[in-house]
Nanobody, 126 residues
Framework: QVQLVESGGGLVQAGGSLRLSCAAS????????MAWFRQAPGKEREFVAA????????FYADSVKGRFTIFKVNDKNTLYLQMSSLKHEHTAVYYC???????????????????WGQGTPVNVSS
């Protein structure tokens, strides 16, 4: 199984910005579709954003469009989630996920991803 390690979470005030990172192996980075999910206390894990293995296609939950950006940096083997204009309701543990690239239009279900990081908490003060 591939290893994914998230970092960059923490405490931030409402309206602020935060960049999350997900470090992966080179092989995973080059050949796996990847995504970010989040899970707030007492709630189900929720899709945030996804990116194709090539980095050419991105997908976002409606709630974060125009606010969050998912991207990859090739020479660092790292997936990022740039979060701006944060609100208290964005508070959650954020998880990086990966899957072997498979032809399917569906990317929003946690069941589609077989590899997960341990999560990094994001706490946005109101």
């Amino acid at each position: 199984q591939v290893q994914l390690v998230e970092s960059g979470g923490g405490l931030v005030q409402a309206g602020g910005s935060l960049r999350l990172s997900c470090a992966a192996s080179r092989r995973t980075f080059l050949s796996y579709d990847m995504a970010w999910f989040r899970q707030a206390p007492g709630k189900e894990r929720e899709f945030v954003a996804a990116i194709s293995w090539s980095g050419s296609n991105t997908f976002y939950a409606d709630s974060v469009k125009g606010r969050f950006t998912i991207f990859k940096v090739n020479d660092k083997n790292t997936l990022y989630l740039q979060m701006s204009s944060l609100k208290h309701e964005h508070t959650a543990v954020y998880y990086c996920a990966a899957r072997s690239s498979t032809y399917t239009p569906s990317r929003t279900s946690p069941d589609l991803y077989s590899c997960w990081g341990q999560g990094t908490p994001v706490n946005v003060s109101s």
